[in-house]
């Protein structure tokens, strides 16, 4: 996803517009304004939405359910309901949202993946 447009919306909130290269799709969030922000704690190009919604890995015929955490415009965390192996490539079905990615790190039952 690519970030397209930031316009002023509020008082101290930004509307950002990414889009997705695959798709075409428009993704809209709305976030305060980042000169109003304090002091940053993290180092990411891209910040992050904590989100809990309901998504599916699909890859081939095999699917495993999962839990979309911290999503961003360039990925996202998820929490396995099992200890499942999971594929390097894969679709990501969450929210109406069908998403080409890459597994990027794991630990235990949470996984980072990156969207392509």
């Known amino acids: 996803m690519t970030l397209q447009r930031i316009t002023p919306c509020a008082a101290n909130y930004d509307m ?4 997705c290269a ?4 428009v993704f809209i969030m709305v976030e305060p304004r980042l000169e109003e922000r304090g002091e940053v704690d993290e180092k990411r190009a891209v910040q ?3 989100v809990t919604t309901p998504a599916t890995i699909v890859s081939g015929r095999r ?7 911290d999503v961003s415009a360039t990925g996202a965390s998820l929490r396995l309901v099992r200890g499942l ?8 079905t969450a929210a109406g ?7 990027v790190w794991r630990r235990g ?3 980072g993946i990156a969207f392509q």
């Open 16 to 19: 950002l517009s990414y889009r």
């Open 22 to 25: 695959e798709c075409a799709c």
């Open 48 to 50: 992050r939405h904590v």
């Open 63 to 69: 699917t495993i359910a999962c839990t979309m955490h």
């Open 85 to 92: 192996r999971i594929p390097k490539q894969f679709t990501l």
């Open 97 to 103: 949202s069908t998403l080409s990615c890459r597994t």
């Open 109 to 111: 039952r949470e996984v």
